[in-house]
């Protein structure tokens, strides 16, 4: 039994085009279903807690230097 | 329900520092978004400030684009200006001797009746007396 639902979709065509770039026509349904079981992951998680997870990885910085990093290249 | 606006120096001072006062009122606040007793703003420039404080302060590639997109998954309501918006921050910017992106952020916050949560000391020594900011 076919375990896959057919479905269109509308895509803004520069993305369409910048698609084709990457994946070889006969591979689109592939590659949408991987990005779109990619965004689901993402979206069981809870974007607040992995947000706050990000200060395990994050070297230590004082006020001055981020303030510096954020201006840098402003004139 | 309160509304906080966020700017990139609270933002990186919560992923960067240690000193617990700034983590437990960050914390706090994204506490509130999260179980809907706020709600996140910011403008434009967030991603901007964001994006350049990123570059200039991490070396690992890898986690400054998980940063960027983790940060960005959150509620953050990103609000555009309209042209007497515009215009009254830049008096605004001249009045207080401040830079004309920091005082967009902090128009933002009066405008929402919200608070403006800066890491930014020296943008909160001049502007405080527009009310509606905090120090992180």
Same mark, same amino acid.
């Given at each position: 039994?076919?375990?896959?639902?057919?479905?269109?979709?509308?895509?803004?065509?520069?993305?369409?085009?910048?698609?084709?770039?990457?994946?070889?026509?006969?591979? /689109?349904?592939?590659?949408?279903?991987?990005?779109?079981?990619?965004?689901?992951?993402?979206?069981?998680?809870?974007?607040?807690?992995?947000?706050?997870?990000?200060?395990?990885?994050?070297?230590?910085?004082?006020?001055?230097? /981020?303030?510096?990093?954020?201006?840098?290249?402003?004139? | 329900?309160?509304?906080?606006?966020?700017?990139? #120096?609270?933002?990186?001072?919560?992923? #960067?520092?240690? @000193?617990p006062s700034v983590v437990e009122k960050f914390a706090k606040i994204l506490n509130e978004a999260k179980t809907g007793r706020a709600k996140l703003y910011s403008t434009h420039l967030l991603p901007l400030e964001i994006?350049?404080?990123?570059?200039?302060?991490?070396?690992? %590639?890898?986690?400054?684009?998980?940063?960027?997109? %983790?940060?960005?998954?959150?509620?953050?309501?990103?609000?555009?200006?309209?042209?007497?918006? *515009?215009?009254? +921050? *830049?008096?605004?910017?001249?009045?207080?001797?401040?830079?004309? $992106?920091?005082?967009? $952020?902090? *128009?933002?916050? @009066?405008?929402?009746?919200?608070?403006? *949560?800066?890491?930014?000391?020296?943008?909160? %020594? @001049?502007? %405080?007396?527009?009310?509606? +900011?905090?120090?992180?």
């Open positions: 039994m076919d375990n896959t639902q057919r479905l269109t979709v509308s895509l803004p065509k520069y993305l369409y085009e910048d698609l084709l770039q990457l994946v070889a026509a006969g591979n /689109i349904s592939s590659f949408v279903a991987r990005a779109v079981e990619t965004r689901l992951l993402e979206a069981e998680s809870d974007p607040f807690d992995e947000f706050i997870k990000l200060r395990e990885k994050f070297p230590k910085k004082r006020r001055g230097e /981020i303030i510096k990093a954020i201006r840098k290249g402003r004139v | 329900m309160k509304s906080y606006v966020l700017d990139a #120096s609270a933002v990186l001072a919560f992923l #960067s520092e240690e @000193k994006g350049n404080g990123l570059r200039f302060s991490l070396t690992d %590639k890898e986690l400054a684009g998980e940063t960027f997109r %983790k940060l960005f998954n959150l509620p953050i309501d990103l609000v555009a200006f309209s042209f007497p918006q *515009l215009a009254r +921050i *830049l008096e605004l910017s001249y009045h207080f001797q401040t830079s004309f $992106y920091d005082t967009s $952020y902090h *128009l933002l916050a @009066k405008l929402r009746k919200g608070t403006f *949560l800066t890491g930014d000391a020296q943008y909160f %020594k @001049k502007a %405080k007396g527009f009310g509606h +900011i905090e120090l992180l």
